[in-house]
Nanobody
Framework: QVQLVESGGGLVQAGGSLRLSCAAS????????MGWFRQAPGKEREFVAA????????YYADSVKGRFTISRDNAKNTVYLQMNNLKPEDTAVYYC?????????????????WGRGTQVTVSS
């Protein structure tokens, strides 16, 4: 059974930084692309970032490009999301997900396992 556990969320002031982690188990982690999504209150879940199986391809939502960095450590079965220059509009529950295949994907339907999420709150 695949399990994804996010950590690293919290409360931060605007302009601050957080680093989210997602530890995976139950699947050969290095074979699958990984992604981060987020959902703010009253809004639909949206794509944030994705990374291919070997880290060679990375995609970002326009709203986070230049501020967020996705990375992975296949030896540790962990994917990260470094978030810098955070803004109040980044406030959301952040979810990591493992893709069905090896290539980075933006669409949620390309992912088959999801974590429970970690709350990120950015105060102004």
């Amino acid at each position: 059974q695949v399990q994804l556990v996010e950590s690293g969320g919290g409360l931060v002031q605007a302009g601050g930084s957080l680093r989210l982690s997602c530890a995976a188990s139950g699947r050969t982690f290095s074979r699958n692309a990984m992604g981060w999504f987020r959902q703010a209150p009253g809004k639909e879940r949206e794509f944030v970032a994705a990374i291919s199986w070997n880290g060679g391809t990375r995609y970002y939502a326009d709203s986070v490009k230049g501020r967020f960095t996705i990375s992975r450590d296949n030896a540790k079965n962990t994917v990260y999301l470094q978030m810098n220059n955070l803004k109040p509009e980044d406030t959301a529950v952040y979810y990591c997900a493992t893709a069905k295949g090896s290539y980075a994907q933006r669409a949620a339907y390309e992912y088959d396992y999801w974590g429970r999420g970690t709350q990120v709150t950015v105060s102004s």
